[in-house]
């Protein structure tokens, strides 16, 4: 804009300014990149400070900041850069596309300083170069083969791994060595094919090198060398037994005793000939050993014929030929019986019940035990060994059954721990033991018992509805439901306690007034499931200790009393009384003037009430006092000692009585009348007036003429002070008239 300034002169004069307006963005606008997504590609050999590509954000129109770019994540091993002014991303640290062959990056701009971004995503394909040979996974190998096999057999197979991808990790199989004619390979799989017959007669040994290639450009390429076996005897014959399939050996023969000798013979030469001997079944709990080379069956383990009479082995005869060929026999071995067995209980740990308070002979459990010996060896005898409690049992010594000797009472002992010995009759050594877990079952033959016979509390009055005051406990000597104890409240309690029948504990059912009740006394009861044993009671007296929740209450709210006027100071006037239902210091009460004594013409006695006169009163000064518990007036207040203290007021109306201590005052000491010599008879002269400041009869007052009248011109109203004419007057007689009136 072009603005100009013009005076108003005679000879005008005027200045251009030229206002330059910049409109100002007042919305931040990030800048937008022209795609939402990159894609590049990038040979993993590519040096370091390579170009990949160039990204492009667009400042908004009229924008005068420039954009910056940055790569904000993807790229947590910092092998890529960008220009932050011109987009451009480069590598930084070489690539591998074994490691990883897609990064995905993503690039944010920034305009200038502001806080506004935005953002794209770069993919980058890092493309493979063949830099990684085939590998496999062994230098070297060796397998042995038959001259039976037949042309097209596969007898190996070759296997190499290539880390790089597509054609670069494609592998081609081929052996490199010149004795390959009796050998073919599938260039793909690595099939390793017999191609015809091969005698051991012509060649016992092969060496192959299989080379594997990859694809690549150029190809990459790895060997293994591969020697092949050929046997050349041909196993025609199976070893056959000469043995006997039957042993016998005692059960208490030492670990390694020789039980048998397995033979078997072979009619082949070398190793078509040579056998070796295996059990194939019937020793799967590791019995015996068997030497594969000698036959020699010796014992693993202790034998025990108790635990098996006998063992049925599969034996075979294997010779080494190839195939190889092989016999069997079934060998049964007979465990011959010693007597060597010990009684042994049927269970260690026998646990049973029983009830209390049965009579003695009350059957408990048969026990018992076994000897795997036949014969007299396994007759056997049963007895209780000495222990807590073993005198309360009797143990049949041939049936091995227990019964009780005398009553059991479960509170005395609830469990016994009983042992037991079974032995063979004759033989005190050859003896077992065993546990007896006896638990005594519980009868209802206690009642409960509450600690104490009698609980006394005291709780506060303003417990709230619901607190718990006491948790009673009761105990029953019984288990389980005969000794649990459920409690109730008998007596009344006047709707104020509460007992819970499983915990015992008493709560109140309603708020607490020790000015309406100060103490409760009931009982509570605790019983169990019994019907025939009694209940436990427990006397319960809860005292109601007092909270100032009462304030003083005047008996009066409005009192009158009166006062002679002129009575000498602490005169009493008279007593107040304030009630208080609370007890101790939330019942004394204090008394005291609370308002319109300023003048402090009264006092009380703070403990008794009494209401007195503090100075000589006047009722012509003040009429009447007035203690009122609003406005400007006084109040009597009644306050107790509770904390905190409670008042309350009430008012108090006190009158004066009057004294005749005043005389009648005449409003003028002289009254000066003038009266004319012809005025008639009755004629009104003129009114005396007199006030008196006390009250009632001592405020009537009578006039009289005492003097000055003697000839009785003028007659006076006793009442109203009236003066009037009784006789003619006559100037030229007497020209003044002096009364005096008294006013009474």
Do not use: W
């Given at each position: 804009?072009t603005v100009?300034?013009r005076d ?7 200045s ?5 307006v910049n409109?100002l963005q007042?919305?931040?606008?990030p ?8 894609s590049?590609?990038v040979?993993e050999d590519?040096p370091e400070?390579s ?5 492009k954000a667009r ?6 900041e420039?954009v ?5 994540s993807?790229d ?7 220009d932050p002014?011109f987009?451009i991303?480069r590598?930084k640290k ?8 897609i990064?995905?990056?993503t690039?944010q701009?920034?305009?200038g ?6 953002s794209?995503?770069v ?5 493979d ?5 085939p590998?496999?996974?062994?230098k070297?190998?060796?397998?042995t083969?038959?001259?039976t096999?037949p042309p097209?057999?596969?007898v190996?197979?070759?296997?190499a791994?290539?880390?790089?991808s597509?054609?670069?990790g494609a592998?081609?199989y081929?052996i490199a ?8 390979i599938?260039?793909?799989?690595g ?10 007669e012509?060649q016992?040994e092969y060496?192959?090198?299989i080379?594997?290639?990859?694809s ?10 591969l020697?092949?076996i ?15 399939p ?9 670990v390694g ?6 033979i ?9 000939g ?9 020793n799967?709990?590791?019995?015996f ?12 383990q ?8 006998r063992?049925?082995?599969t ?16 060998l049964?071995?007979v465990?011959?019986?010693?007597n060597?067995?010990t ?7 026998y646990?049973?019940e029983?009830?209390?308070?049965q ?6 459990i048969?026990?018992e035990?076994?000897?795997r ?11 209780i060994?000495?222990?807590a409690?073993?005198e309360?049992?009797?143990m049949?010594?041939h049936?091995?059954?227990l019964?009780?000797a005398a009553s059991l009472d479960r509170?005395t ?13 004759g033989?005190e ?24 016979t009698?609980y006394q509390i005291s709780?506060t009055?303003?417990l ?8 009673l ?9 005969n000794?649990?104890?459920?409690y ?9 306690f509460?007992i819970?029948?499983?915990?015992g504990?008493?709560i109140?059912?309603?708020a607490l007034d ?7 006394t009931f009982r509570?009861v ?10 436990s009671?427990t006397?319960?007296t809860?005292?109601i ?12 709210n409005?009192?009158k009393a009166s006062v002679w006027?002129?009575q000498s100071?602490?005169?009493?006037i ?9 007890s101790g ?6 008394y ?17 009430g ?6 000589g009163l ?7 006092y007035r203690?009122v518990?609003?406005?400007?007036q006084l109040?009597?207040l ?10 309350s ?7 004066v009585?009057?004294?005749?201590d005043?005389?009648?005052v005449?409003?003028s ?16 002269i ?7 400041c ?7 007052i009578?006039?009289?003429i005492?003097?000055g009248n003697?000839?009785?011109?003028f ?6 002070g ?7 007057l ?15």
């Open positions: 804009l100009s300034a108003g002169g005679g000879l005008r004069s005027a251009n300014a030229a206002v330059t409109i007042t919305v931040l606008v800048a937008i990149f022209e795609r939402s997504r990159y590049f590609s040979p590519a400070d170009v990949i590509g160039t990204i400042e908004p129109p009229n924008s005068l420039v910056s770019y940055r790569i904000c993807g947590p091993h910092g092998k890529f850069s960008i002014q987009g991303i590598t070489q690539l591998d596309h074994e490691a990883q062959s990064v995905v990056l690039v701009s920034q305009l300083n502001s806080s506004v971004y935005s794209t995503q993919n980058i394909s890092v493309t170069i063949n830099d990684n040979p590998v496999f996974l062994t070297s190998d060796k397998v083969i038959s001259h096999q097209g057999s596969a190996y197979i070759a296997h791994e290539d880390k790089d597509g054609l670069n592998i081609k081929s060595s010149e004795q390959s004619d009796a050998f073919s599938d260039p793909s799989l099939v390793v094919n017999l191609t015809r017959t091969v005698f051991a012509k016992q060496t192959l090198h080379a594997a290639e990859d690549g450009s150029p190809p990459l390429t790895s060997l293994l060398i020697t092949k050929v046997i050349l005897d041909i196993n025609d014959n199976s070893p056959s037994f000469m043995s006997s039957l042993s016998y050996v005692m059960e208490d023969v030492e005793f020789l039980v048998h000798h397995i078997a013979k072979d009619p082949d030469e070398g190793r078509n040579q056998v070796t001997y295996h059990i194939l079944s019937g799967e709990n590791k019995a050993i068997l030497d594969k080379i000698t036959g020699l069956l010796t014992t693993a202790f034998l025990d014929h108790e635990v098996q009479e063992y049925s082995l034996v075979i005869a294997l010779d080494d030929g190839s195939p190889a060929l092989s016999a069997t026999q079934i049964t071995i465990v011959l019986d010693v060597d067995e009684p042994v209980f049927l269970k260690q740990l646990e049973t029983v009830h209390e308070n009579d003695p002979g009350e059957f408990v048969r026990v035990a076994v000897d010996d036949a014969g007299l060896n396994s007759l056997l005898q049963y007895e060994l000495p222990g409690g073993y309360k049992f009797k049949n010594s049936s091995g059954e019964v009780t509170e002992q609830e469990v016994f721990e009983i042992c037991m010995n079974a032995s063979r009759v033989s050594s050859e003896r077992s033991t065993a546990q007896l877990c006896l638990t005594v079952l519980d009868e209802n033959d206690h009642s409960p018992l509450f600690a104490k009698q709780v009055e303003d709230e509805e619901g607190s718990a005051i006491l948790d406990s009761a105990s029953d000597e019984d288990a389980g439901l000794g649990e104890v459920t109730s409240l008998i007596d009344n309690t006047y709707g104020a509460a819970d029948s499983a915990t504990s008493i109140t059912t309603k020790r000015e309406t009740k100060s103490q409760y509570a605790a019983s169990d499931h019994s019907t025939h044993f009694p209940r009671t006397v319960m809860v005292l200790q007092d909270m100032n929740d009462n304030a003083p209450k005047f008996e009066q409005y009192y006027e002129g100071p602490k005169t009493d008279i007593q107040v009384f304030a009630i208080d239902l609370d210091l939330n019942g004394e009460t204090e005291s003037i609370l308002s319109g004594n300023e003048n402090a013409t009264f006092l009380i006695d703070s403990a008794r009494i209401l007195a006169t503090n100075t006047d009722y012509e000064n003040t009429s009447s203690f518990s609003a406005s400007h109040v009597l009644a306050s107790d000692h509770g904390t905190p203290s409670l008042n007021t009430a008012t108090v109306l006190v009158t009585l009057d004294v005749n005043n005389p009648p005449f409003s000491p002289e009254y000066h009348v003038h009266v004319k010599e012809s005025i008639p008879i009755g004629s009104h003129t009114e005396v007036s007199a006030k008196d006390d009250a009632g009869t001592n405020a009537e009578s006039y009289a005492i003097s003697d000839r009785g011109h007659c006076l109203d006793a009442q109203t009236s003066v009037n004419l009784t006789e003619k006559d100037y030229e007689d007497t020209m003044k008239f002096t009364l005096v009136i008294q006013a009474t």
